[in-house]
């Protein structure tokens, strides 16, 4: 027996990868029934993953679930960024079927809470779902989504650059040992703008939780670059230390 | 007549003041009727300013409402910070009822949307509302809160400490002109703890937006200090010239 819905309140997620180059993001296949001419015609359109919540549980249990049931992935790194309420912003007929058949409730205005996961592409195994095919896009080439979903995916970006400049959470991204260079593909894919590599690569190496591995690259075209490694603890010593000198008031 | 409201969204709103020594919130006096003993007795307690959202009602608009309708302040600084969905967060009797008789609908499960205001204090009119008396306590002296009142009101101190630590969001709460005692004492109440005196003042006379002004304090005990004033052009200059510097990869 499938558990009540709530009828007025959602979540969607949307779920960042990064393939060492272009920041990615996991999209649904689907397909609506549509009336044209007197004619039931199918529409087919993408939508990022999300549900309805049930009537006992929690948003984020909720979000989670959302992200498990898609990816295989659990305890990755999933943040609520915003509410979208706009009274009409789920309101055609086709958009109002589609989510009463799939739900088996009647729907009118629905409320989502969003959220961003960031996962390491290499670690998720998507798993097919009811509502169609699960994919990864490169964002850059996303034109249109289902619903307000494009709305809902550059709210996404706008937090996660913002979040970007203030905490480390590329290597939430990265895999495991990185190469400079993939930092820096991870920053400008972010931020939408080239850097400096001489620049980067010299703040970056200043960074006292940036770990040196011993181990290169393997099987690339390229020189093998060095690889490096996020040190937590030695990141959460800094920003004690930082905090002692009065610094946690930077402002900019 | 009312418009129809939404029986399972709501929005809360801390209001935070700050009276040049502490952190202060507005609560509302509120009683609700309870049975105790075969007898109907009152029950007093407070609340954080909040309402059931309008069926045609974004949420950004109804925390406005809200904010307006108390402090008749309009355009000050507002922002969302969570989301509470405890199935169980409003579930005695006594609170259900209330809510029914103060809206007029029948409510079960009630998801709120968060938002803290920063106030300052000396332009606020405070309104009276249906619901009861509208105060400024100070925040250290709050023990219990209606609801789950309390734990939200925890969840935004935590919040807006963060952001304190990163943004200029102080000079939403200090006057106009202010000392640099005044923005110390206000750091301190929010970061709970005690600063040294010339450390932070070396430190934030170091701020190229911290305008100091011909002016000093009026009518004071001790020696009158010298006003600043926030100089939001030359924080904006700031933050540009700090991203050609790529210091924005700070992380901590």
Redesign the interface.
Known sequence: MIPPV?P??SVDCVIFGFDGKDLMVLLIDFTRSQTAEGKIVEKSSRKLPGSL?L??????VAANRTLVELTGLNQVYLR?F??F???RRINSEEDLQWIEKAYGVKVS?I?T?TYYALVKIDKSILQPTSEGEVQWHRVQDIRSLAFDHKHILVKALEVLTQQL????IAFELLQKRFSIRQLQNL?EAILGFE??NR??RK??LK?P?LKQLEEKEKEVAHKPARLYKFDKAA?EK??KR?RLQ???????
Do not use: A, M, T
């Not at 009537?55 to 984020?60: P, Q, R, V």
């Not at 400049?165 to 480390?168: F, G, Q, S």
């Not at 009065?246 to 900019?252: A, M, S």
């Open positions: 709530n007025s309140i919540i009537e006992n549980e929690e948003i984020d609520q915003g509410v309420s706009d009274p205005r409320v809470i400049l203030n905490e480390p920053y850097i400096d620049n980067f703040k970056v960074l939780f990141y800094e920003v930082s009065l610094n946690f008031i930077r402002f900019f």
